[in-house]
Nanobody, 121 residues
């Protein structure tokens, strides 16, 4: 069982930056692939980024490539999402997720409760 708690969301102007964090419970954090998803108002939840257990492999949605960076600190059981050059269309609830198997399709087994990111124009 993995428990995930996101933090770092908030209100930012377009062009600004935010860093999201996700604290994970348990001693097996390093064995899980980790990712970020988001759900904008009135839309389906969508994949944002994922990272392998070792941190050596990352995947990004085309919409955030070059602007967002996913990283992890296995010593601290923490996942990060650095978001730069934010746009109003990045406004969404952002969810941290953990997958027991890391693959290009990244299907999570565990989810956090979400943190709101609002980008004003």
């Amino acid at each position: 069982q993995v428990q995930l708690v996101e933090s770092g969301g908030g209100l930012v102007q377009a062009g600004g930056s935010l860093r999201l964090s996700c604290a994970a419970s348990g001693r097996t954090f390093r064995y899980y692939g980790m990712g970020w998803f988001r759900r904008a108002p009135g839309k389906e939840r969508e994949f944002v980024a994922a990272i392998s257990g070792s941190g050596t492999i990352t995947n990004y949605a085309d919409s955030v490539k070059g602007r967002f960076t996913i990283s992890r600190d296995n010593a601290k059981n923490t996942l990060y999402l650095q978001m730069n050059s934010l746009k109003p269309e990045d406004t969404a609830v952002y969810y941290c997720a953990a997958a027991s198997a890391f693959s290009p399709s990244f299907s999570p087994d565990y989810w956090g409760q979400g943190t709101q990111v609002t980008v004003s124009s």
